[in-house]
């Protein structure tokens, strides 16, 4: 309360890169296990990657500590840009009065999620590419083989122009949409259940935390085929016009895993995401609550 929507902007992206820094981690090992066997059925594939702990050890093994990191850069300016619109258009949504409304926190959170993911696209493209590189004994999906951040906006640019920029971003408004639509429905009641149970204190972040970890299973049960279907759409190999080798949209990408990979196969990473969830969720709103406050 009392912070005008544009300090929201530049508090979200500052507490949307603070946790950032301590969970990229998990979004290396979410974006290998997503790539790992792509369009191939169950069984028919060699699996560098075999659940969370194993695959960040296989990480490890391949491109050393360093490697837990890969993205980085790309992964902080894709948090600056998202969260700091998404706080931005939600912090508005409130100060209009909107979220009163039955419905118009989801409605609102589901908006500023949206708007914020088509901002912040252009980042999450470079983010993915450059967190499925590794060596090729241990490779999944296509290499791209940027050499920096900078090289990979260079290249995807030159390439396929401003539009190639925003490729894949028809996975990545929804997956954004209903996962901040999910957080927002399910966050608060649950960090109230665990109150209720008398698990941790009441306003304590423990109780916080342990809210986020119980919210995280319905936005990771609602999300996670979002994320496979935004991470195989941004990282497929593209013709020279632009156009996807493997996948021709949204549908088509639902499709080809569903038939060839089963239902299944847009639940990969759901470990990864699920651990993510929690603690991300949780120490965004524990560092823009910090920034707020001073």
């Known amino acids: 309360g009392g912070v005008p929507p544009l300090a929201d902007l530049v508090l979200g992206a500052a507490a949307g ?3 950032c820094v301590l969970t990229n981690p998990l979004e290396v090992v ?3 296990l997503q790539l790992q066997g792509e369009l191939r059925r169950p069984g028919t594939y060699p699996r560098p990657y075999r659940g969370v702990l194993r695959a960040a050890g296989a990480v490890c093994r391949a491109d050393g500590l360093r490697g837990l990191q890969q993205g980085l850069a790309a992964g902080l300016l894709y948090q600056g840009l998202m969260n700091g619109v998404r706080f931005y258009c939600y912090s508005r949504a409130e100060e209009a009065g909107w979220t009163r409304y039955p419905g118009g926190t989801v409605a609102a959170g589901a908006v500023a999620g949206a708007v914020g993911a088509f901002v912040g696209s252009p980042a999450y493209l470079v983010k993915t590419h450059l967190q ?3 060596l090729a004994a241990v490779a999944v999906g296509h290499q791209h083989n940027h050499e920096s951040i900078s090289g990979a906006f260079k290249s995807i640019y030159k390439q396929h122009g401003v539009a190639g920029l925003w490729r ?4 990545a408004v929804p997956r954004v949409a209903v996962g901040s ?5 399910t966050f608060a009641s649950a960090k109230d259940w665990v109150c209720e149970r008398q698990w941790f204190g009441e306003g304590s972040w423990a109780a916080v935390l342990a809210g986020g970890m119980v919210s995280g299973v319905a936005v990771a049960v609602t ?3 979002f994320d496979v279907i935004s991470t195989r759409l941004y990282n497929q190999p593209v013709d020279a016009d632009g156009t996807g080798k493997l996948y021709r949209g949204f549908l088509d990408c639902i499709l080809q895993i569903s038939s060839k990979e089963g239902l299944l ?5 759901i470990g990864a995401v699920y651990l993510r969830l929690g603690p991300h969720t949780v ?12």
């Open 17 to 19: 890169c603070l946790a």
């Open 30 to 32: 979410k974006t290998r």
């Open 132 to 134: 499925a590189q590794t």
């Open 168 to 171: 894949g971003v028809t996975g």
């Open 181 to 185: 639509a999910a957080q927002l429905a």
């Open 223 to 225: 999300m996670t085929p």
């Open 265 to 269: 196969g847009l639940y990969k990473g």
């Open 283 to 294: 120490l965004s709103l524990f560092f823009w609550d910090e920034l707020r406050k001073m």
